[in-house]
């Protein structure tokens, strides 16, 4: 009598499998399957990350994830502390933190949810934005990048946080200074990167 074969579980459902794991040299997310809306609240990631040594002003921050999207509380809130304490960003040494005053919360945010927090800018399930104190990350995006990044959606979400973070530091959008040069962070690139290469870091020659 042949031994029946144990059974193979089935791989994570939420996963799609990616193509290519390196675009540009860098080792990319596997893309996961986000829904239109989900819990509509929000839970803050627990704990501390202390900011780096040094000089220069101390920005506390809060990270948040709206319940029910399909990733890793935990790794965005170490992907965007990792991000904004990065040498080629705003400068500041960001904390986060979970309770208390602070001056910025970044919330990764369904394509529903982005769109309500968002208002009255129009993001259209599309875009993510700066509101209310809030750098609302559409979820869509985080997962998906945009095609003037040509797959490398690990380089488009360094951008889409410095960009909105940066407006929260006080920064308005900007114009492509020519074609063929580097976009500068204040650019919508989510929207098009009018002739510029893509950059997702507001000093990126440090």
Same mark, same amino acid.
């Given at each position: 009598?042949?031994? !029946?074969?144990?059974?193979?579980?089935?791989?994570?459902?939420?996963?799609?499998?990616?193509?290519?794991?390196?675009?540009?040299?860098?080792?990319?997310?596997?893309?996961?399957?986000?829904?239109?809306?989900?819990?509509?609240?929000?839970?803050?990631?627990?704990?501390?990350?202390?900011?780096?040594?040094?000089?220069?002003?101390?920005?506390?921050?809060?990270?948040?994830?709206?319940?029910?999207?399909?990733?890793?509380?935990?790794?965005?809130?170490?992907?965007?502390?990792?991000?904004?304490?990065?040498?080629?960003?705003?400068?500041?040494?960001?904390?986060?933190?979970?309770?208390?005053?602070?001056?910025?919360?970044?919330?990764?945010?369904?394509?529903?949810?982005?769109?309500?927090?968002?208002?009255?800018?129009? !993001?259209?399930?599309?875009?993510?934005?700066? &509101?209310?104190?809030?750098?609302?990350? &559409?979820?869509?995006?985080? &997962?998906?990048?945009?095609?003037?990044?040509?797959?490398?959606?690990?380089?488009?979400?360094?951008?889409?946080?410095?960009?909105?973070?940066?407006?929260?530091?006080?920064?308005?959008?900007?114009?492509?200074?020519?074609?063929?040069?580097?976009?500068?962070?204040?650019?919508?690139? !989510?929207?098009?990167?009018?002739?510029?290469?893509?950059?997702?870091?507001?000093?990126?020659?440090?």
């Amino acid at each position: 009598m042949t031994p !029946t074969p144990a059974p193979v579980p089935d791989s994570d459902p939420r996963e799609i499998r990616p193509e290519t794991l390196f675009v540009n040299g860098r080792q990319q997310p596997v893309k996961v399957r986000v829904p239109r809306s989900a819990s509509g609240r929000y839970r803050v990631v627990p704990g501390e990350a202390p900011p780096p040594r040094g000089k220069g002003k101390v920005v506390r921050y809060i990270v948040e994830v709206e319940r029910g999207l399909p990733f890793d509380a935990e790794e965005f809130a170490h992907e965007v502390h990792r991000t904004l304490n990065d040498r080629r960003s705003w400068g500041f040494r960001f904390k986060r933190v979970s309770r208390g005053p602070v001056k910025i919360r970044v919330s990764l945010s369904s394509p529903a949810m982005t769109d309500r927090r968002c208002l009255p800018l129009r !993001t259209l399930g599309l875009l993510s934005c700066w &509101n209310g104190g809030r750098a609302v990350i &559409n979820a869509m995006r985080w &997962n998906e990048g945009v095609p003037g990044y040509r797959g490398d959606v690990a380089s488009y979400r360094e951008y889409v946080v410095n960009h909105e973070v940066g407006h929260g530091l006080g920064h308005g959008h900007v114009s492509c200074p020519g074609p063929g040069r580097r976009a500068p962070i204040m650019l919508q690139q !989510t929207k098009s990167l009018h002739g510029c290469r893509p950059n997702p870091w507001p000093f990126p020659k440090r």
